[in-house]
């Protein structure tokens, strides 16, 4: 069975950071785009950062440029978002997405494969 599953998140103080995993099982990661999306309460899905097959290439959405960093592992089948400089405004459930054709976008309809999501809540 294919899945992902998202870990790390949990509750931080603005300006901390933050570690999420997103881990697959029934399949390799190598061949796909990882995406990293976010919801908050009453808002859309929306992008936050993708990171292409090889590791080459990324893209961040413009709210968290500078702040966030995606890697990713394909020895450990794994991909991180380092979250670093929080604020309120960051606090969203985040979903780790796969996308089969490795096309490095942050649109969610181009994402075929998602985990169950991971809270994070930035306050004081």
């Known amino acids: 069975q294919l899945q992902l599953v998202e870990s790390g998140g949990g509750l931080v103080q603005p300006g901390g950071s933050l570690r999420l995993s997103c881990a697959a099982s029934g399949f390799t990661l190598d061949y796909y785009t990882i995406g990293w999306f976010r919801q908050a309460p009453g808002k859309e899905r929306e992008g936050v950062s993708c990171i292409n097959s090889s590791g080459g290439s990324t893209n961040y959405a413009d709210s968290v440029k500078g702040r966030f960093t995606i890697s990713r592992d394909n020895a450990k089948n794994t991909v991180y978002l380092e979250m670093n400089s929080l604020k309120p405004e960051d606090t969203a459930i985040y979903y780790c997405?796969?996308?089969?054709?490795?096309?490095?976008?942050?649109?969610?309809?181009?994402?075929?494969?998602w985990g169950q999501g991971t809270q994070v809540t930035v306050s004081s």
């Open positions: 997405a796969a996308d089969e054709l490795d096309q490095l976008v942050l649109q969610v309809d181009r994402y075929v494969y």
